[in-house]
């Protein structure tokens, strides 16, 4: 039938990681336009990218940075390839 399958490795949320989408366990890049709500968790293979704030909320990479574009309060953010930081 000519249909073809692709599979991508980025996973892009569309404003907050809350109750509508809940925790994000994902093997590649995660991309998210809003920002984590209070005891939220993303935890990611690859790259995270946040566009807003973390709030109480936790934030791995397995193998790649993070990059959160708002404040981290209180959240605990950490690379587990590399260095670990929490605010």
Do not use: W
């Not at 991508?8 to 925790?23: F, H, P, R, S, T």
């Not at 968790?41 to 574009?69: C, K, M, P, W």
């Not at 605990?76 to 670990?84: H, I, K, L």
């Amino acid at each position: 039938s000519g249909g073809k399958l692709s599979i991508k490795d980025e996973l892009a949320i569309q404003g907050n990681v809350d109750i509508k989408c809940g925790d994000i366990d994902f093997i590649g890049k995660v991309r998210v336009s809003g920002g984590v709500m209070k005891d939220f968790q993303i935890r990611a293979r690859d790259d995270v990218l946040i566009g807003g704030e973390t709030t109480n909320a936790s934030v791995t990479s397995e193998r790649g940075g993070i990059v959160i574009r708002g404040s981290a309060i209180g959240s605990s953010v950490r690379m587990t390839s590399g260095t670990e930081h929490s605010s």
